[in-house]
């Protein structure tokens, strides 16, 4: 069966240091991939998708940036955190009918 | 992308049938309605998805309204475990791009003992 992992679970920065979320997805092959945001109190903003790998398209500009060095691999990186930058962020594959999503890591940046 | 508009919350007691309504108004005729839920501190969970019949799953139904600019999820029986913020979505891709899913707000159930 599939999984999705996500790591790690929490995590709190400083302003300007770097972020790296890495994403998993076990049990399938050239999944469809995605990257949400969800601020405290709100809904889920899409971040970026990917349908293979190095393909990456963004859906809102911002301080982040996606990678998908493998075909199963989702990374959510910034080179320098905003404090906006703080919440749940989760990770989901694509499967027909579904989207499925991972644990989600928490963010908070001070 | 086309909108959805839900009550902001919705309260139920266990064990009573729980309707949740969604209003589409601008959705097009290739647009599927999606329902997700999301537990406190977890990710969204699919629910069911149609796009002009009525569905039913193991989970609950999906009652579409014949000119499919509304629609209603349906808890047959709430149970203290359905308390979670329920989404509903369109999407007009069934495809590739199934993912770019557009979440509001959604409505908080919150179901009494």
């Known amino acids: 069966s599939q999984t999705i992992h996500q790591w790690p679970a929490t995590l709190v920065q400083p302003v300007g240091s770097p972020l790296s979320l890495e994403c998993t997805v076990e049990?399938?092959?050239?999944?469809?991939l995605y990257w949400y945001r969800q601020a405290a109190g709100r809904g889920l903003q899409l971040l970026f998708y990917?349908?293979?790998?190095?393909?990456i398209s963004s859906e809102v500009p911002q301080n982040l940036s996606a990678s998908r060095p493998q075909d199963r691999q989702f990374i959510l990186s910034s080179k320098k955190l905003l404090l906006s930058d703080s919440g749940f962020y989760l990770c989901?594959?694509?499967?027909?009918?579904?989207?499925?999503f991972g644990e989600g890591s928490r963010l908070t940046v001070l | 992308d086309a909108k959805t508009t839900q009550p902001n919350s919705m309260e139920s007691n266990e064990e009573e049938p729980v309707h949740l309504p969604c209003n589409h108004s601008?959705?097009?005729?290739?647009?599927?309605i999606h329902w997700y839920r999301q537990l406190p501190s977890q990710g969204p969970e699919y629910v069911i998805h149609?796009?002009?019949s009525n569905v039913n799953n193991r989970m609950a139904s999906l009652a579409i309204a014949e000119d499919r600019k509304s629609s209603t999820l349906i808890l047959h029986r709430a149970t203290l475990r359905d308390a979670a913020v329920y989404y509903c979505?369109?999407?007009?891709?069934?495809?590739?791009?199934?993912?770019?899913?557009?979440f509001g707000r959604g409505t908080q159930l919150t179901v009494w003992p």
């Open positions: 149609g796009l002009t």
């Open positions: 601008t959705i097009s005729g290739t647009d599927y």
């Open positions: 049990g399938t092959s050239n999944p469809n």
């Open positions: 989901a594959w694509q499967n027909t009918g579904e989207l499925f």
């Open positions: 979505i369109l999407s007009a891709d069934r495809g590739s791009t199934l993912g770019r899913l557009y």
């Open positions: 990917s349908v293979g790998i190095g393909q």
